[in-house]
């Protein structure tokens, strides 16, 4: 029995002309304890050299041979990859420490993996290639006697030795976490195997995804762990040569944890454990902590939580994603912490004051929004700020001003639907009859075909994420092959 | 059923079956409503409330009552009935139906058949609207005795999108109010609310102070459809949860036989505060009878 510790939930709420979906992903760490005797089988040795490969060759960005290759494993030829990977991380920095343990991401303890003699003088070979130290390093020296090297693998050495001389000391760490990334957004089904080894059980991550449609459960699916395997090959970034991996202090690491997390919302992909580890290694991130904040704002829409209370799910599978008022309590608190930072974040405002309004502190909400308001310069956030702020005005009762705010978010969207229907609701709960009737008029004569840029209000919950694909890309360009470059 | 700031006169017209109204149904239908009119109307000082009143014994509707057979309390205060009607009054009936992705395919075919056979249904006097929702809310077709064109409109419209039902109930009340015929409102969804801008207390608010009766059918799942199921007892509708849609024509023709079998009861409001909540008791003098009206009604603002 594992216990689920994280859910994502991917929304795509209001997405003009498709059902508003939703992915949540539930992952199953393992229970950090130590490891029953099992062997390593051979070939997953043999699938850490194939990865190796891959991560050379594929070109970020690309649906190459290379993504499509491990796209093609099995859900647990990746769980086992993230075991190998991790103790390949490891002995990268120090080839001769033997390291054959791994800790699962939220566990206290680590677990020995059983290779044998061989497997531990082979993952060493691979190591010392991986790191580009192979004919440098004199931890290195003599590896080659355990083994020959292949092509690829020879290629991958030169590769990362030569990114070693200019710099770059995470050739394979930084490329694999692309490589999965590219992964992780192909987002191929995976095949789940009906038995699966303890030794996985006990230790590699698990994924599982829920999709969600129109607020209901449509599927629930095994899939791979990419991000799983990106984040750690990412942790294992380390400043300077010896050091500890601090990988908050490198400038790549961040921007992929902007730009993957800002993917993950754009395409409804709640991926909690995701934001929960960037601010783990961010803390003070004003961005990471501004998108910790949506991500909360977006599981206490009625989609997600509608879709979690009817869920059904395997036994021992839970959801971490609390109610909706907990969820806005906790994207209030990110979007304080990113204000405290950087106090004049527009979006942040008036994210705040949204999520101020819908948790009853109506008054803060509008002190938020008239900040957000006077501030606000491009068209949607503009829109917004007038929408929710006549929202917060007419419950505290100031109905003139109310008035005034979605007549402004009207002016700036004439083909939307929403303000107009807050103005009709406006005039029949203040009795004037004819203004809802007028209201409701002008709505019922919009476009008959309408598109989500006639109402932003369809597009809130993706439109923090709006630079997502611009941000993903720049985190790969550095990084593509010279012949896509 | 409830109404306030109505004036007598209009409460009169109301009483007629055939005031004001075509009886060629292939006739256009009336011009949109002025809103400039309605302010006129609505703006009096006078108030009347309507009650739709439905009446059964053992299960068999109650006729031949008048005035002197109803008991109203108003907050506790007894009211002089001034006028009961039953089976007179022409309907206004308000299809709101969720077009959102989960209806697409076999759905959206029995939806047509159910709204086609509610349409049939209609007498000549009877106006019918068409209103549907997904993210958009769309008026397919306005209040009209030309039925004709209300049942073109259910067979063009398409299933895509999210769910905004309470956005479409607002819409589905206020076409209900753009007349000041009797008017039945039948909501249909099969799902949550996913993408409305107002809240389901708002628009329960609106209800609340709209003589609008709206009845509800929504599929069954694991949530319960609580929006659905406040709008219908706060109107005095009826809620129906349906395991599947296949027999949806013979519950919309259920519901049209069920309001015409109300009465509908007036008063003018004596005693009571004007504004605020008001609690409405509605009893039948001299018999055991069984009376299902709306709990009570919002005024002022």
């Known amino acids: 029995m594992w216990r689920l510790g994280l859910v994502s939930c991917l929304v795509t709420v209001a997405a003009f002309g498709s059902a508003a979906d939703a992915r ?3 992952r199953a760490p393992g229970s950090g304890m130590r490891l029953p005797i099992e062997p390593v089988a051979e070939m997953r040795i043999a699938r850490l050299e194939h990865w190796l490969g891959s991560v050379d060759s594929h070109n970020p960005g690309y649906e190459d041979r290379a993504l499509l290759d491990v796209a093609e494993w099995t859900a647990d030829d990746l769980r086992s990859l993230w075991i190998d990977v991790d103790v390949l991380a490891q002995l990268m920095r120090k080839p001769k420490s033997g390291a054959a343990s791994v800790r699962p991401e939220g566990q206290r303890l680590s677990s020995t993996v059983n290779y044998s003699s061989e497997q531990r003088k082979r993952l060493v070979l691979l190591a010392c290639a991986a790191a580009g130290i192979l004919d440098t390093d004199v931890q290195c020296y003599g590896a080659t006697r355990n083994g020959g090297i292949d092509e690829p693998l020879s290629r991958l050495a030169a590769h990362a030795a030569s990114a070693r001389r200019s710099g770059e000391r995470h050739y394979v760490l930084r490329r694999g976490a692309l490589l999965h990334t590219d992964l992780a957004i192909l987002d191929r089904d995976v095949v789940a195997t009906p038995s699966t080894p303890t030794v996985l059980r006990s230790i590699a991550p698990q994924a599982f995804t829920m999709d969600v449609s129109d607020g209901r459960q449509v599927d629930f699916r095994q899939s791979g762990v990419h991000w799983e395997i990106a984040r750690m090959l990412l942790d294992n970034v380390a400043p300077r040569e010896e050091q500890k991996p601090e990988p908050g202090l490198d400038p790549m690491v961040r921007d992929w944890y902007r730009a993957t997390a800002a993917w993950m919302q754009l395409r409804g992909s709640h991926d909690t454990h995701h934001l929960d580890h960037a601010r783990e290694l961010l803390r003070n991130d004003p961005d990471i902590l501004f998108l910790s904040g949506t991500q909360h704002e977006t599981l206490a829409d009625a989609t997600i939580q509608a879709a979690m209370r009817s869920a059904v799910v395997p036994n021992g599978v839970s959801f971490n994603m609390g109610s909706e008022r907990d969820e806005l309590r906790q994207a209030d608190g ?16 008036l994210r705040q004051g949204r999520v101020q309004g819908e948790l009853g502190r109506h008054a803060e909400a509008a002190s938020s ?18 929408l929710f702020l006549g929202a917060e005005r007419e419950a505290l009762g100031r109905f003139d001003l109310a008035r005034t705010s979605y007549e402004s978010a009207a002016a700036l969207y004439p083909r939307a639907q929403s303000p107009l229907i807050a103005l009709s609701q406006l005039a029949r709960r203040t009795g004037d009859r004819a203004g809802a009737l007028r209201s409701m008029e002008q709505l019922f004569a919009l476009p008959r075909v ?14 923090q994420a709006r630079g997502a694909d611009a941000l993903i890309d720049a985190v790969r360009k550095p990084f593509l092959l010279k012949e896509a470059q | 059923m409830t109404r306030r700031a109505v004036v007598p006169l209009t409460l009169l017209l109301l009483l007629l079956p055939t005031a004001g109204r075509s009886q060629n149904p292939a006739a256009p239908s009336r011009p949109a409503p002025d809103p400039a009119a309605q302010s006129a109307i609505f703006s009096s000082k006078v108030e009347a409330v309507r009650v739709d009143v439905l009446v059964t014994d053992n299960n068999q509707t109650v006729r031949g009552l008048g005035p002197a057979d109803f008991d109203i309390l108003d907050n506790g205060v007894p009211q002089q009935v001034d006028l009961v009607s039953f089976d007179e009054i022409p309907l206004n009936v308000i299809l709101a139906l969720d ?3 989960s209806v697409a395919g076999d759905r959206l075919n029995q939806l047509r058949t159910a709204g086609g056979a509610i349409l049939g249904a209609l007498h000549k006097s009877d106006q019918a609207a068409l209103v549907t929702f997904s993210e958009v809310v769309r008026r397919e077709a306005p209040l009209s005795t030309n039925v004709e064109s209300v049942r073109a409109a259910l067979n063009q419209v398409d299933a895509s999108g999210a769910t905004a039902l309470v956005d479409g109930t607002f819409a589905g009340i206020m076409v209900g109010e753009s007349d000041a015929g009797r008017a039945l409102l039948i909501v249909f969804s099969d799902g949550v609310d996913t993408s409305s801008w107002l809240n389901g207390d708002t628009v329960l608010d609106a209800a ?4 609008v009766v709206a009845y509800a059918v929504a599929v069954k799942s694991a949530l319960k459809p609580e929006f659905l199921r406040d709008l219908t007892s706060f109107t005095a509708g009826r809620l129906f949860e349906v395991d599947k849609t296949a027999n949806l024509a013979a519950i919309f023709l259920g519901v049209l036989d069920e309001f015409r079998q109300r009465y509908l009861v007036s008063y003018t409001p004596r005693g009571v505060a004007r504004d605020g909540w008001h609690r409405l008791e509605v009893r039948v003098k001299n018999r055991r009878a069984a009376v299902k009206a709306r709990p009570g009604y919002l005024a002022g603002s």
């Open chain 2, 99 to 101: 077009m959102s992705d």
């Open chain 1, 24 to 26: 949540c992903q539930i």
């Open chain 1, 450 to 463: 309408r598109d989500e840029h006639d109402d932003p209000w369809w597009m809130y919950y993706l439109y």
């Open chain 2, 208 to 211: 609340k102070r709209s003589d």
């Open chain 1, 369 to 386: 929004l008239e900040q957000a308001t006077h501030a606000a310069t491009s068209s949607p956030m503009a829109y917004y700020a007038d």
């Open chain 1, 334 to 349: 990110f979007f304080k912490r990113a204000l405290e930072i950087k106090p004049d974040a527009v979006e942040t405002r």
